[in-house]
């Protein structure tokens, strides 16, 4: 299983490598475009690159140590991460209401806080965001659906492929559940270098929330509804907030 890790890890590195260059380039392009029909056809290139490279991997990586039924049950390499946050009751107590609390109003803070840059945005015309990413706010409701299915694959493919696969094998190869853990985020946010510093940093810091997340609770699919959610509310809620205003 050790060389299959190893070979799958090298497989990974690659595509990483190969994600970062590509898409540094492609957003600097995509900034270029100016016509609605260019920006949806370059969304879709992206939701397919991030489906094929992320999920697609994720997939056969698991399939090939015979872990699929990762999907559904904690492996066994991250399972004493999730008891040491079970068996501390007042720390997974903690973790738990102040996971809740905290992430409900961040999504209701992100609403009211949406809401209140998009009037921004609208009178002063100046970009309100973390990171390089006002070029992939959607600029019509066609652009919205393309971001709406851009942030539904973000959170499924990036978690499948950051919080489970990647950890996953170099957990198998370092014997470290939390430095695989460490490392995965890095990278994940290394993979946003097209939004700048301040972007890399962001999503870095996600990543760690999110494997936070993954590990309390020991469900992939609530980390990945919790990522999904909140890259709806930046690349959708808050651009169709600022279209209202605008029009009206």
């Not at 803070?109 to 006002?134: C, H, T």
């Not at 198998?172 to 270098?193: C, E, P």
Request: proline share 2%; glycine share 10%; with cysteine.
């Amino acid at each position: 299983m050790r060389i299959i890790a190893g070979v799958l890890l090298l497989l990974c590195f690659g595509e990483v490598l190969y994600f970062v260059r590509g898409d540094v380039a492609d957003y600097a392009a995509f900034k270029l475009l100016t016509e609605t029909a260019d920006r949806q056809r370059r969304y879709r290139v992206w939701i397919l690159k991030s489906l094929l490279l992320f999920s697609g991997i994720s997939l056969v990586g698991l399939a090939l140590l015979g872990r699929l039924h990762a999907l559904a049950i904690l492996p066994d390499e991250f399972s004493p991460l999730f008891e040491r946050l079970q068996s501390n009751g007042t720390l997974s107590n903690q973790i738990h209401s102040g996971f809740l609390v905290g992430f409900g109003g961040a999504v209701l803070g992100a609403l009211i806080a949406g809401a209140l840059a998009s009037r921004f945005m609208v009178k002063k015309r100046k970009p309100v965001a973390i990171g390089d990413i006002e070029a992939l706010m959607p600029r019509n409701w066609a652009e919205t659906l393309h971001t709406g299915l851009l942030s539904l694959n973000a959170g499924l493919s990036e978690e499948l492929f950051f919080r489970l696969l990647l950890p996953l094998l170099l957990t198998i190869l370092l014997g470290n559940a939390i430095a695989a853990f460490a490392v995965a985020a890095l990278i994940f946010g290394a993979i946003h270098l097209y939004q700048g510093t301040i972007g890399v940093v962001a999503t870095a810091v996600l990543g760690a929330l999110f494997t936070l997340l993954y590990l309390w609770t020991g469900s992939i699919w609530i980390a990945v509804g919790a990522h999904a959610t909140l890259d709806l509310i930046g690349l959708v809620v808050r651009p169709s907030i600022a279209r209202i205003f605008a029009s009206s």
